[in-house]
């Protein structure tokens, strides 16, 4: 018998022990649960390392939002800086795992529908979203429909979300339109920016001074049209912007905003 290997993310413990335990109850499925995106990730390593490579993973949506409440804002990097460390919210951990494990199928798993979060989610690489209270039965068709290539989405969502993906096809291509506006070197500052380094860190990087960066910087938004490193950053990414590539003496920090200055 081919079993099918899930991995539940889920910060709610008794959420993720209980969906783990039903899910196991089946003859061909083995299960494992992780309380946070960094939990998944090293638990996704270990299997691979172990050639015991998970098949599906079930996110919960709202991943991490309870224990980033009240904290000023960031922007939740795709791979957190360390194994114990650093904030990943389920739509992050969708493209992470869909960039790093591209043969793992992603469902999310919300309380409630939200045609744009779903739209995220599917751009983040997602196979599905799914209700959170949907029928066990339910919701094992949708894990063996993933792995047959299959995308699923509750039908009361669907003419939103495709009205969701086409807005943003429009967006992409006017951010596009404003980053190609960028000088070699702006771009570069613009992916750093991506990548969460401060002012000093990028200064460091590119080898210039922290003046001459902060006014890269202040250039960027000036062309891009926005006025917050946030904003910028959120553009870029709808660009299909990347950040630099950073190694393990470099990892990116969180970017954070100041009184609207930039950090």
């Known amino acids: 018998m081919v079993r099918i290997r899930v991995l ?106 939200d045609p744009r979060r779903a739209a995220l989610a599917l751009q983040a690489g997602a196979s599905g979203w799914l209700a959170k209270d949907c ?20 039908p009361a969502l669907l003419t939103a979300v495709l009205r969701e993906l086409t807005a943003a096809r429009k ?9 190609e506006s960028l000088t070699p070197r702006e771009r570069e500052v613009l992916r750093c920016m991506v990548a969460g380094l401060g002012r000093k860190a990028v200064a460091e990087r590119l080898f210039l001074s922290p003046h001459t960066v902060r006014t890269h910087m202040q250039n960027v938004l000036g062309k891009l049209g926005v ?12 660009a299909g912007v990347g950040p630099v590539e950073l190694g393990p003496a470099g990892l990116a920090g969180n970017v954070v905003e100041r009184g609207g200055q930039l950090a």
Do not use: W, Y
């Not at 066990?136 to 509750?154: F, S």
């Open 171 to 179: 967006h992409r291509t006017e951010s596009e339109q404003l980053v």
């Open 8 to 113: 539940v993310v889920d910060d709610h413990r008794i959420f993720a022990e209980s969906l783990a335990a039903a899910l196991a109850a089946e003859p061909d499925v083995e299960v494992a649960a992780a309380g946070s995106g960094p939990a998944a990730l090293r638990c996704m390593d270990r299997a691979a390392a172990d050639g015991r490579r998970f098949d599906v993973m079930l996110v919960d949506a709202d991943l991490g939002v309870a224990a980033a409440a009240g904290a000023a804002p960031v922007i939740a990097r795709a791979v957190p800086d360390n194994g114990e460390g650093g904030f990943v919210d389920g739509i992050s951990l969708v493209a992470a795992v869909r960039s790093a494990r591209p043969a793992v199928r992603s469902v999310v798993l919300a309380e409630k529908d």
């Open 135 to 154: 029928s066990l039965q339910r919701l094992l068709t949708v894990i063996r429909g993933v792995l047959r290539e299959e995308t699923h989405l509750p």
């Open 227 to 238: 006025h917050s490193t946030l904003a910028a950053v959120a553009l870029a990414r709808r």
